[in-house]
């Protein structure tokens, strides 16, 4: 298993993409341990046969449409009405876009590339510093990965067996918090930068604000019918996804009239993709969750945790260092099949709600993306922008200790999180 490792790190920091290193150092396992290679094959083929599965590809397709439909540009809009009186209040309609978009997009990588393609010129044209603009879009996309239809809760409930309709639900205060956070952080950066302070203080009326929000209310609706129809058992997470598509095709071509047959295609080609690269990134993990498994590492780890604390809370933040030095280096959603293995039996054995520990860990390895040296969202920022990873971490850094404070209180406290899915789900 060591060699094992070696063999995944090294294949990694030659850039070959994750899901062929996770695959090829997992496939080396079986035949440095002389074990039958068809057990391999039989992972890789079995580890997508999942019915709760099924909602990864579906929403992610739902994703693709809404955003076809013309959703993104009332969202932009409603989101300016919102804040263009504030300091700042263009880049606080780019959080309050992360947070709309997250009931949308499911991906924190996927918001952060459409941010960046749409908002970037407009926030260096008002003032901001390039920096400031792409890390505030790369590090506000965490919201993402709090609201449903998160694809990393969605995961982390398939790979732990934990309610994903809890996990759904558990994100929502987190993800309040965070945005309120970030535009907190956001106004004070701004105010000592003198970035868009020309706006006077004229909040928006009442009309406009019902104006803007019946033109994007398709878009709003969309995760609280989601939330609506778990709760009330009209359909289950996994069957959730098929409704996103349905909801959004309606959308396109009822409501908004704006989905043609030829976008239509473009989203399903885009689909395809982006659930290939899932996929095939899950496929691969569950050859390595095997060896975990075979391996005993689980409770290897457990002993050597246990061995350095018994204190909860202290257990606790050291399995979060261990997630957040992985998410530095890893893209999330093979950190979250990897990992989630190991440490929530971990966690469970030091009394922590697997549903307040999934909350917690995949907003964590989330955020590991929009961080220096190898997160994979701040790539994708940076690769459209043209921005420098420097000039990236010197405008972030606000936002990123901002961020690690909020998952700090969250960690510390689990009511945060347990409160809502408590309330209506029961304990």
Known sequence: MTLMLIIFFVLLFLNMPVAFAIGISSVAYFFLADIPNSLAVQQFATGTQSFPLLAVPF??????????SGITSRLIKFANVLTGHMIGGLAQASVLLSAMMGGISGSATADAAMQSRIMTNDMLRRGYSKGFSTGLISVSSIITATFPPSIGLILFGFIGGVSINKLFIGGIIPGILLIIALMISVYLVAKKNNYDQDNEFNPPTIKEVIISFKNC?????????????IRFGIFSASEGGAVAVVYAIMVGVIFHREL?????????KDAVIDNSM???IIASASIFSYVIAFENFP?????????ITENPQLLFLLILLFIFIA????????NNLMLTPIFLPIAEMAGIDPVHFGVVMVVLITFGGMTPPLGVTMFAVLSITKTGVVEYTKGALPFIITVLAVIVIIAMFPSIVLFLPDLLLGP
């Open 217 to 229: 209310i398709w878009a709003i609706l969309f995760p609280v019918l989601l939330i609506v129809g």
């Open 327 to 334: 998410g530095l280096f890893m893209e999330a959603t093979a």
């Open 278 to 280: 899932i996929m095939l």
């Open 260 to 268: 043609t047959w030829k976008k239509l295609k473009v989203c399903l």
């Open 59 to 68: 929403f992610v397709l739902a994703g693709h449409i809404l955003n076809a």
């Open 299 to 307: 409770r290897t780890m457990s002993q050597f945790v246990t061995g």
